[in-house]
């Protein structure tokens, strides 16, 4: 949460108010992306404080301590879609961001009998283009062909989306109603729409197909390899309850490469520190132009005067900050649901909230290992590092047919009996994670319900299904299991009930086409203002979307400070 005095010259002072993290229920936000916010509030002239909810700040980009001495990304656990303005107006890298970029980006090994005493076969990705024909072209010489084609393809669509990502969604109201000056005025909403279509040029049709098709019905006009087309189906379904084969995973595979990381497009790397360097650089950008910034703050609910306006927040202590703003990070469920008194709202808002899908098929398991993973398909020796530790390593993925078989199991109300497995070990690069010789790893896997065949999770769910993730984890590293220190085991029940994200969701809300841009969250929410007047939403449940670090928060500013110019 966070409070505010906005002035304007001294002539008069309005209360801004603006909820960044939970409250009674938990709520919380995936991304830093409030104290950016908060910085370019305080920027544009108004006085800004942010509130905490946990501890430790930064919602779910954060570091803790879970085992002595091993310092985790306990929740989000890599960057790239933080938008390159934000990271340069606030001068991220002034104020203590230091990223390790990762090089090769992908590894994919076998599981596999070696062919006359060779170590089993394995795939891997990184920015050298001539390298990774190689690499392709040990399963298919046709594959490697047509992969620098597809690359390019898929980044020109990709590039054409980023207008959209820093700016509103088209103001449909402002240019079908009101006066012909307000009408004007909102044609400039169409601006991105109009870049978008520019830049695809003829490209629009395919543009069309990859935002809506399933993911396989693309690679497979691409390619012929199972190993490559998997690789690349896990960008289609990571974080999403959806197959390879379902409609809609094309826009999730585009969705997670079309950012950047130090200028390098598509890439993604680790902060050092964890994810809480990223959230501590921000705050401290957001400090140095004067905001305040609190943990361990906690509101109850969001005031509604008999006005049916915004009048601020109580806090859980009983403390109430009154204002005539406020911003909300929370998912929209817990905004509207928990946050919101039930008479400020209408039953038919209130019913459409219920409908938004929050599915997850993610439970995220943090790992602390007294040695480095050994991979059959590439080893080391001497507990060395090679260049495969530093990447996304993706186990079960050899095969688009074991994606399919792990997502059937969890619609069906299973935890996948070989789950969709991909590691990273960000303490290979980074020496402040682990202590000498030890390593810390991340282990995202899919696919997890939220029920378990209608009941709720147990710790010997956890405790079983780690076991079923540990076992895979040994058949591609031998010994992974006697280096093991402590795990950490959150389902998808964990997710929500830590970090407040809503059915576990780490976007905020499914990224399905009827949940994006004009309708993310819902068709009447899309300008971030709600139906309180005074009450904005801020978070990754609005456009343009979970991951996409920032851009809610500044298009959220962007709409209050042009609401508060009005006023």
Request: glycine share 10%.
């Amino acid at each position: 949460m966070a409070a505010a005095v906005w002035t304007d010259r001294g002539t008069r002072a309005k209360n801004l108010l603006w909820i960044l993290m939970g409250s009674r229920s938990n709520h919380t936000a995936l991304k830093p992306c409030y104290d950016a916010l908060a910085a370019y509030l305080q920027k544009g002239g108004v006085k800004t404080a942010v509130l905490e909810r946990r501890h430790v700040l930064g919602g779910a980009a954060v570091t803790e301590e879970i085992f002595p001495g091993f310092h985790f990304s306990r929740c989000s656990y890599l960057l790239s879609l933080l938008r390159p303005h934000i990271y340069r107006d606030l001068e991220l890298k002034k104020h203590g961001l230091k990223v390790y970029m990762r090089d090769p980006h992908s590894f994919t090994p076998m599981l596999e009998e070696g062919m006359k005493g060779a170590v089993p076969r394995s795939l891997t990705l990184g920015s050298d283009l001539a390298e990774n024909l190689n690499e392709i072209g040990k399963f298919s010489q046709k594959d490697a062909k047509a992969y620098p084609d597809f690359v390019a393809h898929l980044k020109k669509l990709a590039s054409a989306i980023h207008p959209l990502l820093d700016s509103p969604p088209v103001d449909i109201r402002g240019v079908t109603a009101g006066s012909l000056r307000k009408r004007l005025a909102a044609t400039k909403t169409l601006i991105p729409i109009a870049k978008l279509g520019l830049k695809l040029g003829g490209n629009i049709p395919d543009f069309y197909e990859i935002v809506t098709a399933p993911i396989m019905k693309i690679l497979t006009r691409w390619f012929d390899s199972e190993p490559l087309r998997a690789t690349l189906a896990t960008d289609g379904v990571i974080g999403a309850m959806t197959s390879p084969s379902n409609p809609g995973s094309g826009y999730v595979l585009l969705h997670h490469v079309m950012g950047e990381l130090e200028k390098e497009k598509g890439a993604w790397g680790y902060v050092e520190g964890g994810m809480g360097g990223l959230s501590q650089a921000i705050a401290r950008a957001a400090q140095s132009y004067g905001v305040d910034v609190f943990t361990e703050k906690n509101v109850e609910q969001i005031l509604v005067g008999s006005d049916g306006a915004t009048k601020g927040v109580a806090l859980k202590d009983g403390t109430e900050i009154h204002s005539n703003v406020v911003l909300s990070n929370a998912t929209p469920y817990a905004t509207f649901k928990y946050l919101t008194s039930k008479g400020a709202l209408s039953e038919e808002f209130i019913k459409a909230v219920d409908q938004v899908d929050y599915t997850s098929p993610v439970t995220k398991i943090n790992v602390a290992l007294d040695k480095l993973p050994n991979f059959l398909a590439s080893p080391t020796p001497d507990d060395k590092p090679g260049p495969h530790h530093q990447c996304s390593i993706h186990l079960n993925c050899e095969n688009v047919d074991i994606l399919e078989a792990a997502y059937k199991d969890a619609i069906n109300g299973r935890p996948s009996a070989r789950p969709m497995l991909e590691m990273t070990i960000p303490s290979v690069l980074d020496p402040t994670l682990a202590p000498p010789g030890c390593h810390v790893v991340s282990l995202f896997t899919q696919f997890t319900p939220y029920h378990i065949k209608g009941r709720e999770w147990t710790q010997q769910d956890r405790e079983d299904f780690g076991d079923t993730v540990f076992d895979w984890v040994e058949q591609y590293a031998p010994g992974f299991k006697t280096s093991v220190v402590g795990r950490e085991i959150l389902s998808p029940p964990d997710l929500e009930k830590i970090f407040g994200l809503t059915g576990g969701n780490i976007f905020h809300g499914s990224m399905s086409l009827d949940q994006l841009y004009l309708a993310r969250p819902l068709p009447s929410l899309s300008d971030y203002r709600s139906p309180i007047k005074g009450l904005y939403l801020c978070g990754s449940g609005c456009h343009p979307g979970g991951g996409v670090m920032g851009s809610p928060g500044w298009n959220a500013a962007l709409t209050v400070i042009s609401d508060l110019k009005r006023r």
